[in-house]
């Protein structure tokens, strides 16, 4: 039975034998993001995948993240260890829906957020994360957009674009919606010198609680510009091992539920094994890979530009 430093080492052996790259999303455990060659939110990981020379991705996060890996670089092997790491608010938008949708309004364009599947991209005219919606939205000068699948990040850019008319598809994530006000206010009187640093899937009253509303990129720049030494954080509690090392001298907090036990199916045992038996690699046909890649490309120009 290896430890766990023994499983690191024969990770990163075969990683480097298969000449592969493990890409790893801030909310994995912390032995797989000690063990990742990046460490990153969607966006962040999606333009390393996009510009990988590796022969083979490992993608350590839900399954919408591996496809997205896929999409941006078709010819490359794709594995994703454990496919049972979906993501359910991926899965609240039905694509047939979604285009009937379309039908009826085909002159309004829909953003879909990062988190959905190839046939949800396929049909929509831009892909965002969160931590660029704002600029994809504008970048679309639309006076109405469709927005799927998170409603509480379509209310998010609503508020901060007043401007666009932005319709939410009822979706949402659940370790998001479930902070509570009560139990952010909790933690603002048992820290009250704490900052509140809160990711903008949370609902619209709990983000009134928040010092800063911002992806997880955005809330790791903050700890860093920060004067403040205790932060309040409302998002997953797997970007604490990332805020821990970038300000070893700060408190964090997390706001209950602050886990995704969807993301947290993977384990390094998997990674270990999927590099071994090279399974299970992404397949996506070449006509849906082609259709639900173009809003992805035209994400990524934007936040080349930005
Ligand atoms: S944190 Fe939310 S959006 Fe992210 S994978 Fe888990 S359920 Fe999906």
Known sequence: MMDLQQLQTRVRALLEERNAVLLAHYYQTQD???????????????????????DIIVFAGVDFMAET????????MVL??????????????????????????????????VNTSAAVKAESDICCTSANSVEVVKSLDAERIIFVPDSNLGLYVSRMLPEVDVIPWPGFCHV???IKVEDVLSLQELYPAAET???????????????????????????????????????EEGLVHHL???????????????????????????IYKSLESLETPVELDRELIARARRPVDLMLKIKRRA
Do not use: W
């Open 176 to 178: 998001h919606q479930n």
């Open 244 to 270: 821990k090392g970038l300000r070893p001298d700060a408190e964090f907090y997390v706001v209950p539920p602050g886990l995704c036990p969807n993301m947290k199916r993977i384990t390094l045992l998997d």
């Open 80 to 113: 994703h260890p454990n496919t049972r790491a979906q993501c359910p608010m991926a899965s609240m938008v039905d694509p047939v829906a979604l285009k009937r949708i379309k039908e009826k309004s085909p002159d309004v364009p829909v953003v879909a957020y």
């Open 32 to 54: 797989i993001q000690q063990a990742s060659d990046h460490l990153g939110d969607s966006l962040e990981l999606a333009l390393q995948a996009s510009k990988t020379d590796a």
């Open 197 to 235: 640093l809160i990711h903008p899937e949370a609902t619209p009253m709990v983000l009134t609680l928040a010092d800063f509303v911002g992806s997880t990129r955005g809330i790791a720049k903050r700890v860093v510009d920060s004067s403040a030494d205790e932060f309040i954080i409302g998002t």
């Open 69 to 76: 890996a896929k999409l941006v670089n078709p010819e490359k």
